[in-house]
């Protein structure tokens, strides 16, 4: 079964400051990667989608995939107080069910 | 944007009692699926399915039971509930199966469950 870990648990950056959140996964096979985003009290809403090792952009955030390591990071550029909330990393591989992370707690102080 | 409404937001139940969690989607999607949230443990998949009157078990199914009804509603049960089952609870549905390169999961906003 497919092990994905995220770190760190939680994180605090001030605002304008990159926040750089790291998830590793265990199947090298994988071939799906998301990254969510949790406000308190909320649903869960996508924010990149990631298929190939590189970057992908969607405004401020940017996954990159590495699958060699094991990695995809989520780069936040000049969060803001309202970017606060868990942040979850999802992986599939191939048409199976895909799994979370526990999650990062990110916190952006003014 | 796709549609997923959760009822109800809230609920508190004692040991042994019986609930109910609804959900629908409003998009047409053929897949939905019932998650759990707990600390430590991220989100874990209990039931899915890929149609109405279809049933799929899926990582954390014991003590639930799950129906389609129609392609747009999907029940979540707990008919003898136990305090491991306090939990946030959220539906998702998508229009294929999983995470794809197509496919999208919508979440709900969740339904937090407490039982005594």
């Known amino acids: 079964q497919q092990k994905v870990q995220q770190s760190p648990e939680s994180l605090t950056v001030s605002e304008g400051a990159m926040a750089s959140l790291n998830c590793t996964f265990s199947d090298r096979s994988s071939d799906n990667f998301r990254w969510y985003r949790q406000h308190s009290g909320k649903g869960l809403e996508v924010l990149v989608s990631?298929?190939?090792?590189g970057e992908k952009e969607e405004g401020s955030f940017t996954a990159h995939l590495n699958r060699a390591s094991l990695h995809v990071f989520l780069h936040i550029r000049e969060p803001q107080p309202s970017d606060s909330a868990l942040y979850l990393c999802?992986?599939?591989?191939?048409?199976?069910?895909?799994?979370f992370g526990k999650g990062t707690s990110l916190t952006v102080i003014p | 944007e796709a549609a997923v409404t959760q009822s109800p937001r809230n609920k508190v139940t004692v040991t042994g009692g019986n609930v109910t969690l609804s959900c629908r989607q409003t998009?047409?999607?053929?897949?939905m699926y019932w998650y759990r949230q707990d600390t430590g443990h991220g989100l874990r998949l209990i039931h899915y399915s890929y149609g109405a009157g279809n049933l799929q078990i899926g990582d954390v199914p014991d003590g639930y039971k799950a129906t389609r009804t129609t392609q747009e509603d999907f029940f979540l049960l707990l008919e003898l509930a136990s305090p491991s089952q306090t939990s946030l609870y959220f539906c998702a549905s998508s229009d294929v199966w999983g995470v794809t390169n197509t496919g999208q999961l919508y979440f709900g906003e969740g339904s937090k469950l407490t039982v005594l």
């Open positions: 999802a992986v599939n591989t191939g048409y199976q069910n895909f799994y």
């Open positions: 998009n047409s999607h053929n897949y």
């Open positions: 990631i298929f190939s090792d």
